[in-house]
């Protein structure tokens, strides 16, 4: 394919050369936001009078059919072309004779690429905030299913105080709200026009940005030419939502496996998220949260890239930045396939709430219910701590848990202790008296599950 930038030199690259300029088999995928892009141009072109109304109305047109020719097949994308913007305007050209040359009158493919990058990361975080959507809903409707399930919850992954399952879940609900709002928020610093900044200088056509900006849906131009086509940072800002989301899948994916394990027993994945071993009969991985948790990683390491690759960018543009899409594609395609396998894993999950409730009676998790019980009889809490500990410390000796230690044990530590003790440290109960808000208490735990199904529905 002929080059486009043919002129100053005879552009007889080597074919080396022309396989590490070329950016075709990653920006490819923003053909549709190139020709939108274009059309608009076409139109704005027309308006201010730089170009005639039948010229714009041929580009439009002939935009319009390499449009539908590539969404039915009919078109293939050459590879050998250097980029989506240089193929659509070759073939745009080839069809049209000189008045296709016309259409890169007062832009370059400098602010072309900013805008194409802006259009197609506006519509794809409306898909991922879709996709995080629907993974809080599950986790919500899981979260409804297990509200009453007690389990031990942890600190220092030693079991430490009563929560339900449900509550568990929603700590993770409530991280992928947070989510939300940063790629919602982001979006205001995508939503920026940079088209008609050109190379970084503007241009001495008459154009109109505002009308451009409007047809293509922004609410805004970039102010400053030079920053329309140099900046990055709504990329980067989109690489770092990634990588939050990111850790929070695979804090949840890492509880996952625990929880799947022989040693906890707290959770059975469905067969179709787990595979099996090809030595060992009896096992069953969760592959699927394994690399979810693994690929962690690789959204992280997008970030980084971008973050090295602009650090030392002198304005305006540098061909550095075409590393760009690469990273944030990437970095696209794998928070949406972990949510798309995050979302049924977790719907498919079952609880072994018998098992949980075990570890919850082995764990003591309820000592410090015993402090409490004994600061409501007078006693200051330190004394009471002490005391708790003391009794903990005989349990396990005697092989023992709180419930069902006799009454005379319980005396011989402090004769203020009496039958309620028991009622104290029953572990229903000591669910049902955190009532603060947040806390495990069943309508507490109501309340968070409504609270996320109203900000799920309010995105």
Not at 29 to 39: A, F, L, N, V
Not at 67 to 87: C, K, Q, V, Y
Not at 197 to 218: I, Q, V
Request: charged residues 25%; proline residues 2%; contains cysteine.
């Amino acid at each position: 394919m002929a080059k486009l930038w043919e002129g100053r030199t005879a552009a007889a690259t080597d074919k080396i050369a022309d396989d590490f300029n070329s950016s075709i088999a990653v920006d490819c995928r923003m053909y549709k936001e190139d020709i939108t892009g274009s059309m608009a141009h076409a139109a704005m072109l027309a308006k201010q009078g730089i170009i005639g109304q039948d010229e714009a109305d041929q580009l439009i047109d002939g935009l319009s059919g390499i449009l539908a020719d590539l969404n039915e097949g009919r078109l293939e994308i050459d590879p050998t072309a250097e980029d989506i913007h240089m193929f659509v305007e070759s073939v745009l050209t080839a069809r049209l004779g000189d008045v296709g040359k016309k259409l890169h009158t007062a832009r370059s493919r400098n602010d072309q690429v900013a805008l194409d990058f802006r259009m197609y990361l506006r519509n794809e975080t409306e898909v991922v905030v879709e996709k995080i959507r629907a993974m809080a809903s599950t986790l919500a409707d899981k979260a409804e299913e297990y509200a009453t399930a007690i389990m031990p919850g942890y600190t220092h992954l030693q079991r430490a105080q009563p929560i339900s399952f449900g509550h568990h879940l929603l700590a993770y609900a409530m991280m992928l709200l947070r989510d939300i709002e940063r790629f919602e928020d982001t979006l205001k610093r995508i939503d920026i026009c940079p088209i008609g900044s050109c190379a970084l200088a503007g241009t001495t056509y008459d154009t109109d940005r505002y009308f451009e900006a409007e047809k293509l849906g922004f609410g805004k131009i970039a102010l400053n030419s030079i920053d329309g086509v140099s900046d990055r940072d709504f990329a980067l800002e989109f690489l770092a939502n990634c990588s939050i989301l990111m850790t929070h899948l695979s804090r949840y994916a890492e509880e996952v496996i625990l929880w799947s394990s022989w040693e906890f027993g707290f959770v059975e994945l469905s067969d179709a998220y787990t595979t099996g071993s090809s030595i060992m009969p009896q096992k069953k991985n969760p592959d699927m949260a394994e690399l979810i948790r693994g690929k962690t990683g690789r959204v992280n390491g997008d970030l980084i890239s971008l973050l090295t690759v602009m650090k030392g960018l002198p304005l305006a543009y540098n061909k550095d930045m075409q590393e760009d899409k690469e990273t944030v594609f990437d970095a696209l395609d794998t928070v949406k396939i972990c949510l798309d396998v995050a979302i049924p894993m977790t719907a498919t999950m079952t609880a072994r709430t018998q098992k949980m409730r075990k570890a919850a009676e082995g764990g003591f998790i309820n000592a410090t219910d015993l402090a409490d019980y004994l600061v409501g009889k007078g006693m200051p809490f330190r004394a009471a701590y002490k005391i708790s500990g003391q009794v903990v410390a005989e349990c396990i000796k005697t092989d023992r848990v709180l419930e069902n230690l006799p009454i005379e044990v319980y005396k011989s530590y402090s004769d203020i202790i009496d039958e309620g003790v028991y009622d104290a440290v029953n572990l229903d109960n000591c669910l049902c008296r955190r009532t603060s808000a947040g806390g495990p208490a069943i309508e507490s735990v109501k309340k968070q599950i409504e609270f996320v199904r109203e900000k799920v529905a309010s995105y």
